[in-house]
């Protein structure tokens, strides 16, 4: 009897043994997973939201025929055109659509900088931003954050050729907006790096603004507390830089 109760209750260990085995493969599995899923979740709504976020004034919505046959102005960006730490439609971008209007040349403007964006970002953004916005002149203001991520000086020239080539196809006009690095980089690489922008320019006959902070780099009080980001009062500046590169691209015929 004893020998018997014995076995049975082998058996019955054996089978929870085996049974949380199974229990603890089949939750690491749900674990890998979840996890699995979240990470792809997460690159895919990174991907998504880059190429969705290209914000459209109100100026180009569909529902305003006029605004449709305007030609378009598009900056592509980083947080130097994307209003980082700005209030709304107060940053160089905006100051440029109210010029326009000042002026009364009629382009539209529409934002597609994105925070923290790369020249591999706007590289992957732009076959959607022509794509929706059919645009008559690209801004291009990408690079900065290559140099304060490593990335090798050859990629970044190879991602500013190839979106320079992307923009001519779609048959808009390229405008190429140089950046310096901070001199804590080393004179050799800040040299290098501002080299890349005027070496595709006069390579591929691309309009360059020299910089984009020129006048005022050196004055931290038109600065963020962070020291990088131009504040409010600078704005005007940054359009300033850009106007005089700008203008001339400017159909004569866009005027009213």
Do not use: C
């Not at 440029?96 to 992957?124: C, H, K, P």
């Not at 890349?196 to 910089?211: D, I, R």
């Amino acid at each position: 009897m004893m020998t018997h109760r014995l076995a049975v209750n082998q058996k019955r260990a054996a089978r929870r043994t085996v049974l949380s085995r199974a229990s603890s493969r089949f939750s690491a599995f749900v674990s890998i997973a979840i996890l699995t899923a979240a990470l792809f979740g997460a690159a895919s709504s990174t991907i998504g939201t880059a190429l969705a976020a290209t914000p459209i004034p109100a100026a180009n919505a569909a529902t305003n025929p006029a605004a449709m046959a305007k030609p378009t102005i598009v900056v592509l960006g980083d947080s130097l055109s994307a209003e980082y730490g700005l209030p709304r439609d107060t940053g160089w971008v905006a100051l440029l659509r109210q010029r326009l209007a000042s002026e009364r040349i009629d382009y539209s403007v529409a934002n597609a900088s994105i925070s923290g964006d790369t020249t591999s970002g706007g590289l992957t953004r732009l076959p959607l931003v022509m794509q929706r916005l059919k645009p008559a002149i690209v801004i291009v203001e990408l690079g900065a954050n290559d140099a304060l991520r490593g990335v090798p000086l050859a990629t970044t020239a190879s991602n500013l050729r190839a979106i320079i080539a992307q923009i001519r196809e779609g048959h808009a006009k390229p405008v190429l907006v140089g950046m310096y690095v901070p001199p804590n980089y080393g004179p050799d690489y800040t040299r290098d790096f501002h080299a890349v922008y005027e070496k595709l320019a006069k390579e591929l006959n691309v309009p360059l603004v020299p910089f984009l902070l020129a006048g005022f780099a050196d004055k931290p009080e038109l600065f963020q507390s962070d020291q990088i980001h131009p504040t409010r009062q600078a704005q005007p500046l940054l359009l300033d830089n850009v106007w005089p590169t700008l203008a001339p691209l400017l159909a004569s015929g866009a005027r009213h």
